[in-house]
């Protein structure tokens, strides 16, 4: 797991994952991740959960940011409700059909049906911050929706995710049934339905877990574990954080486009082969696993699928446009500049220079600056005009250069 910059955490400087868990880090991967459920108390936390969102941040997101589908979608008794009858069009200026009325929202809420925020790790900043702090916590991609369900509404039926959840208990009450998997460790593409009368049988048995989670509250659901939920007394709002872990499966996928680069691997099978046969396609099955132990697969190249595809499905911090240029056109010796949390570059230094390789380009700084950007690299916060080995001037250019490029964020002013 990663450590994250001081000063970058949510209150007391406290990881993301240890906001959501009472044992230590380690008891946690070696005990409970990937295998079974925990629960952890509020009175075992070091904080609730308000400060990520609250009843006053749900109302300003339905009632003021123009959120549109499918960042909020609405569910009755298990059932899905048409966009139509919680959107409209936005009005003069904002024609978008598709957009969260209020009103209607307020009509089916009040008539019992549960809102669903979804993408908050994308739409609101304490949520856009404590899911990048998770991503570095867990090493896997983070999304987080919100479920804020009237008085005595029960959610979805019983169900497996495909991905591990923490739920935090934002406020009110819900009751947990959470019974053991019926399909261990689902892929993405192995969802619930496809066991749905083994899940509706064992959500009839006697349940591994039977818990009400209070404000301040957490819950670790393993991906396969199912689960149900029902509201008591007043609203309930409840926080989903799913991480999507990446599995031996994902690295056999990975592998196979590596060996789909030998010609004999993409060769055809014979002419006129009857593939209905078994008998008949069985030993190219063997003949193909004896083929793939004579690819030379080289581990860095797989390594490297791997990492592309956990940058296509995270997201750095963001950077902000006009704070950026003003810091650019103002800058100063004094002025503090940090490395953007979650960029995810490589360094490469080569006869040509020294390079930030990031998804999509890469940028190529005089040798002389490799120092200075290892040290930048580090995530530590730097003075605009005292990297190393570089006077202030050049090291100002270079600041500006790398926030230009939005490898660099603008830190403090001196």
């Known amino acids: 797991m990663n450590t994250l910059r001081d000063g970058m955490r949510g209150p007391e400087n406290r990881s993301?994952?240890?906001?959501?868990?009472?044992?230590?880090?380690?008891?946690?991967?070696?005990?409970?991740?990937?295998?079974?459920?925990?629960?952890?108390?509020?009175?075992?936390?070091?904080?609730?959960?308000?400060?990520?969102?609250?009843?006053?941040?749900?109302?300003?997101?339905?009632a003021e940011r123009g959120v549109r589908t499918p960042f909020l979608r609405m569910a009755h008794e298990g059932s899905v409700l048409p966009r139509e009858s919680y959107t409209a069009s936005g009005g003069f200026g904002a024609e978008m059909p598709d957009q969260v009325d209020s009103a209607k929202a307020l009509a089916e809420f009040a008539a019992g049906a549960t809102m669903v925020l979804q993408g908050l790790h994308r739409l609101w900043p304490p949520l856009i911050r404590f899911s990048r702090d998770l991503v570095d916590d867990v090493g896997h991609p983070v999304q987080i929706n919100a479920y804020v369900t009237p008085s005595s509404s029960r959610g979805f039926d019983p169900h497996?995710?495909?991905?591990?959840?923490?739920?935090?208990?934002?406020?009110?009450?819900?009751?947990?049934?959470?019974?053991?998997?019926?399909?261990?460790?689902?892929?993405?593409n192995q969802p619930w339905t496809d066991h749905r009368s083994a899940v509706e049988r064992m959500a009839a048995t006697e349940p591994t877990?039977?818990?009400?989670?209070?404000?301040?509250?957490?819950?670790?659901?393993?991906?396969?574990?199912?689960?149900?939920?029902?509201?008591?007394g007043e609203t309930s709002i409840h926080l989903t954080v799913g991480m999507a872990a990446f599995t031996r499966y994902d690295v056999a996928l990975q592998m196979l486009k590596t060996w789909a680069d030998d010609p004999a691997m993409r060769s055809p099978l014979p002419l006129g082969i009857d593939l209905t046969d078994v008998d008949a396609v069985a030993p190219h099955v063997l003949s193909t696993l004896d083929a793939l132990g004579a690819v030379d697969t080289d581990p860095q190249a797989v390594a490297e699928r791997i990492r592309s595809r956990f940058l296509d499905t995270t997201r750095p911090e963001p950077v902000r446009p006009l704070r950026t240029v003003a810091t650019m056109a103002s800058l100063t010796d004094a002025d503090e500049v940090i490395w953007r949390h979650g960029s995810s570059a490589r360094i490469v230094e080569g006869a040509g220079g020294v390079s930030v390789v990031l998804p999509g380009k890469t940028v190529t700084l005089p040798l002389v600056c490799a120092p200075a950007v290892r040290r930048l690299h580090e995530g530590k916060p730097a003075r605009a005009g005292e990297l190393d080995g570089l006077d202030a001037d050049d090291s100002k250019v270079v600041v500006t250069r790398l926030l230009r490029e939005g490898i660099l964020v603008p830190g403090r002013k001196r």
């Open 209 to 232: 877990l039977d818990v009400v989670l209070r404000e301040g509250d957490s819950l670790y659901i393993p991906k396969g574990w199912i689960h149900s939920a029902t509201a008591l």
């Open 16 to 62: 993301a994952l240890s906001r959501c868990i009472s044992h230590d880090t380690k008891r946690f991967a070696d005990e409970f991740w990937g295998r079974a459920p925990l629960l952890s108390r509020a009175d075992e936390l070091p904080t609730p959960f308000t400060d990520l969102l609250s009843v006053d941040a749900v109302d300003e997101l339905v």
């Open 160 to 188: 497996y995710d495909v991905h591990d959840v923490f739920v935090l208990q934002v406020s009110g009450e819900k009751r947990w049934l959470i019974h053991p998997p019926v399909h261990e460790h689902p892929l993405s």
